[in-house]
């Protein structure tokens, strides 16, 4: 498992809630490598279990980057 993976489903089991605020809701971006001009093209905002399958399923062309605020 990539070591985003791995530290992403840490940070998922932790808590996520602030005493301050009411619930904190946490995202993960599936990210794509655009070649042609070495930018990242965003492809879908999501959680931690379906960023992972959708990089599973074609890990050369897709990773992920998160967790993040939503």
Known sequence: MPLIMKY???ISA???V???TQSVH???A???QNKT???SDVIKITGHE???AFVQNNPDLYYKS???VV
Do not use: H, Y
């Open 50 to 52: 379906e960023a992972d």
């Open 66 to 68: 998160g967790p993040f």
């Open 14 to 16: 932790m808590k996520a």
């Open 26 to 28: 946490l995202a993960w």
């Open 8 to 10: 992403a489903n840490k």
């Open 37 to 39: 001009t070495g930018r």
């Open 18 to 20: 602030d005493e301050s």
């Open 30 to 32: 599936v990210l794509s």
